[in-house]
DNA sequence: TTGTAAGCGTTATCAA
DNA sequence: TTGATAACGCTTACAA
């Protein structure tokens, strides 16, 4: 094209004040350019980091991010999936409700391009991007022990089976409690739905058998520990100390400022990103890896050095 | 259409497994059912929260919603909004840097739908969704006033004219103090970047020119405030009163529980996204309206009696 | 009720 | 280098 048709061109786009239409450019080169994400839970901490993450990312690519809320509900996930494919999205990163094998099967089958975050189906052997949850239960309880802790507790949502983290997070606290000689008391496992947490830690309080330490294990139960302490006028660390995870905003502005473990979600959303673009560019002769991100220790002022 | 047809259509849908291309169809009706987002803080809680009610409303709808964020930027947004249009979105709701009028304009002589959210274009008549921020300035002096405080100070990131509510807190804090009789105190006028609050605030308090109370124009502020009362280990409301803009989710197990003026960031996104499809239903005779939302003022432990 | 053809705005192919 | 033509997968209009 010589130089002088190249200028022609130009004016002619601004006389004519030619849009491209992207939409047109899709219906034919079969891309759109768009990812689709759908999580569980839009509301959490750890999804509005990670999607954040995955935004940046994008942009820096120039594709663009459809997020779709499943609300945890398999019906609606299932919808969402569909719909996201039928607008053509290149690819999909899922924070799955875990409940809708099958149709996560048939997407690995067909080859699309998927990720799973955050959670992972065991049966489905799909790229997925996840925190190194035992990990992080043993950080919790060893930091716990070491400073002589005995007593320690863990505040959950229900167990539920293809919930993984959940699971291993309960299972990795356990196991760490027997590695370290400390009693696995039934009790001291609070695991009821976010709104009974209150209810269920109060019920323990006054009948004397509230542990010393307790382990939140994400940002939503950690609220419900920390309004449990402020309505019973409980002193942290002192009577009751924590370590949850997750990133709260005002960890390291609360009294005592909290002790954490952080998921590295930034670093999280990064990875989901860049191995969904690496199933776009070459959809075949993909191995599926399962990425454990391993969690970090911060060390602040809701856990005390026990002297007794 | 026989219900034997239908049936057999059924049929023959699950056999081939088709899918629906609703590129292809957007191509043709010159309706994506998507709308897009621009927004210029996704770390605002205020954003997060908007950005969710819009999102509910448009999957009740069957819309999708592409969120892009303009970190302020007013280049990155000019392109997003391009990008966005090129990708045929039906209707743009945008968080303004406020540095485009005349892309904005553009938008509005074309009748393409297009609302604004807590930031408005006052040369640009179109939809813009946003607080009552004089009358939560006004909330805030009165509520100190009436319990004996006279020395009240503000803080907020520089003030720039294009950035409407910032304005709109400052002046309406100011006329509030005057109202009130109360003295106007340069020094009391913390208006920073952000990163530099801190340092500003510990200057004050160090030449024992620290005002008994501040008003934090929103979370981003507030956290500085917060920490800096920490660091300093200032007690609040003794020493320091506070109340901020915004919603928080720690306000109510902070210790003191924080008294806050919260927007009705539901009821705002769902108005924003109406307010858009009404525009989408009917481009041509829609009267762009600018809506107040009223604050709401939540009274916590931040702020004492003074008894002085 | 069913079938056919044209057209949406691009890109890709092939000829000129 | 340029220009014409077909094709992407759907909807719509019209004819059978």
């Known amino acids: 094209m010589s130089e002088e048709t190249r200028k022609r061109i130009a004016m002619a786009i601004k006389e004519l004040g030619y849009q491209p239409n992207i939409i047109a450019r899709s219906l034919k080169q079969k891309t759109t350019m768009t990812i689709g994400v759908v999580v569980f839970n839009i509301m959490h901490m750890l999804t509005t980091q990670v999607l954040h993450a995955i935004e940046e990312e994008c942009q820096e690519r120039g594709f663009h991010v459809i997020v779709s809320n499943s609300d945890d509900d398999p019906e609606k996930e299932k919808k969402y999936i569909e719909m996201l494919r ?29 990720v799973f975050v955050d959670r992972m189906v065991p049966e489905v052997k ?5 925190l190194d949850n035992q990990k992080a239960a043993e950080l919790a309880v060893e930091y716990f022990a070491e400073r002589g802790y005995e007593h320690i507790g863990i505040v959950t949502p229900p167990l539920v089976s293809h919930i993984v983290p959940r699971m291993e997070r309960i299972e990795g606290f356990r196991q760490a409690l027997v590695k370290k000689g400390l009693p696995v008391v039934d009790d001291y496992f609070i695991t009821t739905e976010i709104p009974r947490i209150q209810k269920e830690l109060t019920r323990l ?16 139960t950690l609220m419900e520990v920390l309004y449990f302490i ?79």
Request: aromatic share 10%; net charge neutral; proline share 7%.
């Open 230 to 308: 402020k309505g019973n006028h409980i002193n942290t660390p002192d009577e009751l100390a924590i370590i949850s995870i997750d990133d709260v905003p005002f960890a390291h502005v609360y009294t005592p400022t909290l002790t954490t473990i952080s998921q590295p979600t930034f670093a999280m959303g990064k990875k989901a990103a860049e191995r969904l673009f690496l199933q776009i560019a070459k959809k075949s002769e993909h191995q599926p890896q399962v990425f454990r991100f391993s969690p970090t220790f911060i060390e602040r002022g809701s856990v005390k050095e026990k002297t007794s």
């Open 86 to 114: 039928a607008k053509q999205v290149d690819g999909l990163i899922i924070f799955p409700t875990g409940k809708n094998a099958d149709i996560y099967q048939k997407l690995l089958e067909e080859r699309f391009p998927l």
């Open 205 to 220: 309080y006054e009948s004397g058998r509230l542990p010393e330490a307790l382990f939140a294990i994400n940002d939503l």
């Open 126 to 130: 799909a790229d997925a991007v996840l």
